[in-house]
């Protein structure tokens, strides 16, 4: 089941937030208001989920796979008294609270009509994909053990793996098929994605020795072909989108993909062409959490909601910011109309600075 809600108290710099998240959650602010916090938040309770199955109350742990947070006091709300950290999911069948006592960090669980199971975050059917993705390489690790859970890394990492497996594969979600494609297969449509991005472009991977993959690229322009090349001989952005496009392709309804800075070394109609899958998938119900900073991912999804009839439900805005002088985050909430418009008075800061230079320039 997806997660509808989210309330989190007293973690960093989120004193008290309640968030309703939707199909398409856009996480966006300035920098150090919170964004990536809320993300770490879900993050902490993925990376303690075996510890909510013991009858032991077992220590939180903040130094793990997912994330490396430092020290208790590093992750407490700088201002609170003796009060606990409070992570708290919610969706139509039910609540889970998670609670990390003050003093020790050990963790307490309040669960009412509901399994936690029942949540997208806790199975494989979770993606993450970390802000710093893997770079161009001659060369990819093996992991059989994420690709037989359907995950290809934080970092991307085992997309290449992924591929070699996977290419012929069918999609899950018929209408994730670029228009252009003749089949369903996944390698092609990657393919077709990528080529919005870095026009003619044709991808493939093939494990070596069972030891490494290798990752290639050539160019279709007509009837000609171009050599293959490897991914540090061709544009870096191509490959640092590479893992988005094959988590988003590979996705079943109900899936859960966070997306940390999809706009990375990305020219702006790609960075547009990015938001469109999202908003794509998230039409065909899988739920995606973005984290960005990029107006054209912001405008590409207005554009996408306009024209792929994404409904108003189906995508949540929100704009992280801290009031002058204060250390709590704040949160503005905002919806895109069917139009692709924000009818709300606009935040100050929120995808405003295009207009405040064109306003230096104008006068």
């Given at each position: 089941?997806?997660?509808?809600?989210?309330?989190?108290?007293?973690?960093?710099?989120?004193?008290?937030?309640?968030?309703?998240?939707?199909?398409?959650?856009?996480?966006?602010?300035?920098?150090?208001?919170?964004?990536?916090?809320?993300?770490?938040?879900?993050?902490?309770?993925?990376?303690?989920e075996?510890?909510?199955?013991?009858?032991?109350r077992?220590?939180?742990?903040?130094?793990?796979?997912?994330?490396?947070?430092?020290?208790?006091?590093d992750?407490?709300?700088?201002?609170?008294?003796?009060?606990?950290?409070?992570?708290?999911?919610?969706n139509?069948?039910?609540?889970?609270?998670?609670?990390?006592?003050?003093?020790?960090?050990?963790?307490?669980?309040?669960?009412?009509?509901?399994?936690?199971?029942?949540?997208?975050?806790?199975?494989?059917?979770?993606?993450?994909?970390?802000?710093?993705?893997?770079?161009?390489?001659?060369?990819?690790?093996?992991s059989d053990?994420?690709?037989?859970?359907?995950?290809?890394?934080?970092?991307?990492?085992?997309?290449?793996?992924?591929?070699?497996?996977?290419?012929?594969?069918?999609?899950?979600?018929e209408?994730?098929?670029?228009?252009?494609?003749?089949?369903?297969?996944?390698?092609?449509?990657?393919?077709?994605?990528?080529?919005?991005?870095?026009?003619?472009i044709?991808?493939?991977?093939?494990?070596?020795?069972?030891?490494?993959?290798k990752?290639?690229?050539?160019?279709?322009?007509?009837?000609?072909?171009?050599?293959?090349?490897?991914?540090?001989?061709?544009?870096?952005?191509?490959?640092?989108?590479?893992?988005?496009?094959?988590?988003?392709?590979?996705?079943?309804?109900?899936?859960?993909?966070i997306?940390?800075n999809?706009?990375?070394?990305?020219?702006?109609?790609?960075?547009?062409?990015?938001?469109?899958?999202?908003?794509?998938?998230?039409?065909?119900?899988?739920?995606?959490?973005?984290?960005?900073?990029?107006?054209h991912?912001?405008?590409?999804?207005?554009?996408?909601?306009?024209?792929?009839?994404?409904?108003?439900?189906?995508?949540?805005?929100?704009?992280?910011?801290?009031d002058?002088?204060?250390?709590?985050t704040?949160i503005?909430?905002?919806?895109?109309?069917?139009?692709?418009?924000?009818?709300?008075?606009?935040?100050?800061?929120?995808?405003?600075?295009?207009?405040?230079?064109?306003?230096?320039?104008?006068?």
């Amino acid at each position: 089941m997806k997660i509808d809600r989210v309330q989190i108290k007293n973690f960093k710099s989120l004193r008290d937030i309640d968030i309703t998240l939707s199909n398409l959650t856009l996480i966006t602010g300035v920098n150090s208001s919170g964004k990536s916090t809320f993300i770490q938040a879900l993050l902490l309770l993925k990376q303690n989920e075996d510890k909510f199955y013991t009858l032991n109350r077992r220590a939180l742990s903040i130094n793990d796979e997912y994330i490396k947070l430092g020290k208790k006091q590093d992750i407490l709300y700088e201002e609170a008294y003796k009060e606990d950290i409070e992570i708290a999911l919610y969706n139509e069948e039910g609540s889970t609270k998670v609670i990390f006592n003050n003093e020790d960090l050990k963790i307490n669980l309040e669960i009412d009509n509901n399994k936690i199971h029942n949540f997208n975050l806790f199975d494989d059917r979770f993606q993450y994909i970390m802000t710093d993705r893997a770079i161009p390489s001659i060369s990819y690790p093996l992991s059989d053990e994420d690709i037989d859970r359907n995950l290809i890394g934080f970092r991307g990492e085992y997309t290449a793996h992924y591929l070699a497996k996977n290419g012929l594969e069918e999609l899950t979600i018929e209408k994730l098929r670029h228009e252009h494609s003749i089949s369903n297969q996944l390698l092609e449509n990657v393919s077709l994605w990528l080529g919005d991005i870095s026009n003619g472009i044709d991808i493939s991977a093939e494990i070596y020795q069972n030891l490494e993959v290798k990752l290639t690229y050539s160019y279709k322009y007509g009837e000609k072909e171009t050599n293959k090349y490897t991914p540090i001989n061709v544009g870096f952005g191509v490959t640092y989108v590479l893992p988005i496009i094959v988590a988003i392709l590979k996705a079943k309804p109900n899936d859960l993909i966070i997306i940390e800075n999809p706009e990375s070394h990305l020219h702006p109609k790609g960075q547009s062409k990015i938001a469109e899958l999202c908003a794509l998938a998230s039409k065909n119900e899988v739920q995606i959490i973005i984290e960005t900073h990029s107006d054209h991912v912001f405008n590409g999804i207005r554009v996408a909601t306009k024209k792929l009839n994404l409904k108003p439900e189906q995508s949540q805005i929100c704009y992280f910011k801290k009031d002058d002088n204060e250390l709590e985050t704040k949160i503005d909430f905002f919806n895109i109309d069917k139009e692709g418009k924000i009818n709300e008075n606009w935040s100050k800061g929120f995808f405003d600075e295009y207009r405040n230079q064109l306003d230096e320039l104008l006068w």
